[in-house]
């Protein structure tokens, strides 16, 4: 009998904040396996920022949802049928085939996770794309030395958390913002951040010259907006700013920085990236997190929500100032 | 008897748009020269629009101008009197002792020029550091290559008419604006630049979508403000964005491009740069700047007014939007 799966489906392109009514559900049949491919019910998906962009009409740095076709994301699964030996039934296998329960692809096409070393959802975050985003940021964009000061927005998302984090493993001073004062006592008393402040409690810069009185050397930013201004004002000369995400301007637009131009006098470089480009890094990556993710180092930081019904939520919520999740956002499927 | 010299001080710092009463005039006493010195009378004077910085308040890249004290400025002047033998009387030397006629300064300090290969202001202009600012920033800075399409705005300044010619002489397609009709005709019919628009007649973005169709690599910026803007909208993926100037914000401040956070989405790269970092690089671009003007395939493009009287003016005059000036600004002292 063929599997029935529910998927989230794109209804509409939003016009600035998303609404549920930009969501639809439907429930399609998913066709038995073929030779080589696998049938996986999903486990865990990731809730990104970056969605919110393909939610629109026109093309991102990745293609746009098309309306009345399901939304895709990453995902960790089962393998419930296989005809694939590789691939056996119980293997978990991660995809970019989220927002839906279950689906069948080429066994080739997916990737192995092993849940003995870290739960589903840590390859989603920590151990996935979102730790790897954090690294290339900070190391391969940004070149974060040893001893440096890095400013960190947006530091209680996904990318965030493993950014202070790893820059602190790297003997840094980060400072960091967010917008709750539950991600700000996190950021503090969790994750041992050295300075952080909640940016819409006062101005960002008068926070940045108390927490980084000799300035930044690198710049991590996740919002765009107000604070990429602020952090271009204490950068100090030839600092480095990894532009990484612009969640402040997601849903609507927002001014640009005034004081681009400091970026002459003091040779700053700024410069955008996609983590995409660098999945040869990914190795080098886990050689350093996965021992320091073993040995309590390095946590992963997640907020999970329960179902496929909350995923259009979760998605809406991330988006606001002041989002509740801490650390990556995950929607857990029931079996 | 003691020489007298006339120099240009700082009155006062400006608020917006410089006036002439911020300059005032002095006449001192150029004392003989010691040992290993020599007295220079200068023969032209570089105007510059990275001055303005230097007479606000605060720092620039470079320190302020201080209030009652002569300016400086590039300069090329004639060794009058020499006490050391390697400098003798006649000898044309470079300094940063402008904006004055005379000075003494240790011979060692200063850099003979050859006047029989390019005429004096040349040194000011393309065989300059202006020349060299636009080597570095297409080269060094934004890595041009051979057949790529590049943006120069301000195209009609100093440093905008050395980019223009040296980005031709490298295969690639040159987009040039500039904030009047005559520039505009000079880019056109005398360095053949491919596409040149008045950037105060219609939207720069249009302009740039008319000339270059399949966007732009690289932009050169000279200017900040609107049309760096609208490059954000036209570069393609790995674009490259090298920081020059930003003389639409020198007077008064301009509002930031809202767009930078398509430099995600697209891997740009924005660096600023000062010249005076890449001294290193004079020799090269040296080896290929004097043949080609000696073979005409690159010129030396100046406005050249008399006197020091008119330097302040000349000086407002380059900050304008549209100012007349087509090349380099070169101040001539009369013997």
């Known amino acids: 009998m063929p599997t029935q799966s529910r ?3 794109l ?33 865990c998906m990731s809730v990104d920022p970056y969605m919110r962009g393909r939610m629109n ?12 076709k399901p939304m895709e994301g990453g995902a960790v699964g089962r393998v419930v049928v296989s005809n694939e030996e590789k691939l056996p039934a119980g293997t978990f296998v991660q995809s970019f085939c989220g927002w ?20 589903p959802s840590t390859y989603l975050g920590l151990l996935g794309v979102t730790g790897l985003t954090a690294w290339v940021g900070l190391f391969s964009i940004a070149r974060l030395k040893d001893g440096e000061t890095v400013f960190i927005s947006g530091g209680a998302g996904g990318v965030g958390t493993a950014a202070c984090q790893l820059a602190r493993m790297h003997r840094c001073r980060v400072v960091a ?12 008393d969790e994750l041992h951040v050295d300075y952080v402040f909640n940016y819409r409690d006062g101005e960002t810069l008068e926070h940045l010259k108390k927490g980084a009185p000799d300035g930044i050397q690198v710049y991590f930013d996740n919002t765009g907006g107000p604070q990429l201004e602020a952090a271009l004002s204490v950068l100090t000369n030839y600092g480095r700013v990894a532009l990484c995400g612009g969640i402040s301007g997601y849903n609507h637009p927002v001014a640009g920085p005034r004081n681009l131009s400091a970026a002459i006098g003091k040779r700053l470089r700024l410069e955008g ?30 907020t999970v929500v329960e179902g496929l019904d909350v995923a259009p939520a979760a998605l ?12 990556k956002m995950i929607v857990e499927l029931s079996d």
């Open 100 to 119: 839906r329960e279950a689906f069948v692809a080429p066994a080739s096409s997916l990737q192995t996770v092993d849940t003995t070393l870290a739960s």
């Open 11 to 43: 209804a509409r392109h939003p016009e600035g904040e998303p609404a549920l009514d930009d969501f639809s559900f439907a429930s399609v049949e998913v066709p038995n396996p073929g030779p080589g491919e696998v049938l996986v019910w999903n486990v």
């Open 7 to 9: 998927e989230i489906r």
């Open 316 to 327: 809406i919520e991330l988006l606001h100032s002041g989002a509740g999740n801490i650390g």
């Open 273 to 302: 990236f996609i983590v995409s480009d660098h999945m040869q890094e990914r190795s080098a990556f886990l050689a350093e997190a996965i021992p320091a993710l073993q040995s309590g180092k390095l946590k992963n930081c997640e």
């Open 57 to 68: 009409e026109s093309i991102s740095y990745v293609p746009p949802f098309q309306i009345d």
């Open 177 to 188: 913002s967010a917008g709750t004062e539950a991600k700000v006592a996190f950021l503090r």
